[in-house]
């Protein structure tokens, strides 16, 4: 197993070095990803019962081969409106994940010389 010491300000596992602010600043952008996404799936998937309720049309005339625009959506367009939800999701926390770890780096870089500039 690797090595683990811990301060004050940071946390070292092995050559990885988390930091108050590096972790914290992890956590807000992804928190920022997380609650926009979920807010697009909340709005869509409660849109589905809403428009039943408010919009005839929705629910009740056949468009195509008897099916409803409703009856279409929630069997058909919904599940790829879930994936393509889904696929944007990761490649945005995946790139997130990229750009935060070279900051991450950089905050524990000048949060380790400051320590070692204070304990001398």
Do not use: C
């Amino acid at each position: 197993m690797g090595e683990t010491s811990a301060r004050a300000t940071h946390v070292q596992h092995g050559s990885h070095i988390d930091t108050i602010e590096s972790v914290d600043a992890v956590f807000r952008e992804q928190r920022k990803l997380s609650f926009a996404y979920g807010a697009v799936f909340f709005v869509v998937t409660l849109a589905i019962p809403a428009m039943s309720v408010w919009w005839k049309s929705w629910y009740a005339v056949p468009i195509w081969g008897g099916f409803t625009a409703n009856y279409l959506f929630v069997s058909l367009l919904y599940y790829l409106f879930l994936w393509g939800l889904s696929w944007t999701y990761i490649k945005k926390a995946d790139a997130l994940d990229e750009r935060l770890s070279h900051m991450a780096d950089e905050i524990a870089a000048a949060t380790l010389a400051a320590a070692e500039g204070g304990e001398s």
